[in-house]
């Protein structure tokens, strides 16, 4: 088969994996984390898209767990912060936010427990 023709197969499968790609790191580049006073809020380029309420955090701590509601934009274990929420199906709920030392600072701020 001529270079051409095989272009021509793969260009659809070459345009869904670029599609792909530029979907998932628009959604990354966009997703941002926020505490205020009553809510821990998941931003999608400044609109809250899931908020757990503060009451509903049992503690905090910096591990991952299996099953779990997570929003991730790093891959890197050093940026976890689970929130163990006292109701809902997944109770753990799974955030990395750039700085997350200081994330769970502003956590513990608010009255929440933090685990070692």
Same mark, same amino acid.
Do not use: F, M, N, T
């Given at each position: 088969m001529p270079p051409v023709e095989l272009l021509v197969h793969l260009a659809p499968l070459l345009a869904a994996i670029t599609f792909a790609v530029l979907l998932t790191w628009a959604v990354? $580049? +966009?997703m941002s984390f926020a505490v205020d006073d009553a809510h821990v809020r998941v931003l999608m380029y400044g609109r809250? !898209?899931?908020?757990?309420? /503060? $009451?509903?955090i049992e503690w905090a701590d910096r591990r991952w767990d299996f099953w779990n509601e997570h929003y991730a934009v790093s891959l890197r274990p050093? &940026?976890? !912060?689970?929130l &163990? &929420?006292?109701t809902g199906l997944f109770r753990s709920f799974i955030i990395t936010p750039p700085d997350a030392d200081g994330f769970i +600072? &502003? /956590?513990r701020e608010r009255g929440v427990t933090i685990r070692p």
């Open positions: 990354c $580049a +966009g809250s !898209v899931r908020k757990v309420p /503060l $009451a509903d050093s &940026r976890v !912060v689970r &163990r &929420r006292r +600072g &502003r /956590l």
